[in-house]
């Protein structure tokens, strides 16, 4: 299955044979101390930039009603974020993941995405669309 949506990546997550558990890193972006002119003027511009990890979160895919659920949620704590970063944990025998279990995944893309590692996660914008990352 192609995932394009955050609808999409529901549905995947629903339809695994084990239970699973997604997790989310919302990062939002800014420009490093030691950026170039032309850095700057992008990132004025609304490109380019680094991105920073402000909030995670671990959910069961029926936790999740919406992603606009997912947004109203995020709201709450105040971090204005540009990207929201997904991934999924499987269960075994008809279980899912706790949240105990998901704290150290969670920890690891934290650390990934401060690396620039993003290539196992999906980013998401604030519609809920994928993104594309150069």
Known sequence: MTISSFDDLLMA??????PQRLLFVF?????????????????????????VPL???????????????LVRESSQFGQEWSIVFAAAMSGSGGVA???EAAEKPLQQMVEAIKAGT???F???DRQGQTVMLS
Not at 28 to 44: I, N, V, Y
Not at 59 to 68: D, I, L, Q, R
């Open 97 to 99: 993941p706790s949240s």
């Open 118 to 120: 993003l290539g196992t």
């Open 13 to 18: 997550a629903k339809q695994q044979e084990e």
């Open 122 to 124: 999906i980013p998401f």
């Open 55 to 69: 909030m995670c979160v671990d959910k069961t895919p029926e936790e999740v009603s919406s992603f606009a659920g």
């Open 27 to 51: 990062a939002g972006a800014e420009l490093p101390a030691d950026s170039t002119a032309a850095q700057r003027e992008r990132f004025q511009a609304g490109q380019g930039g680094a991105l």
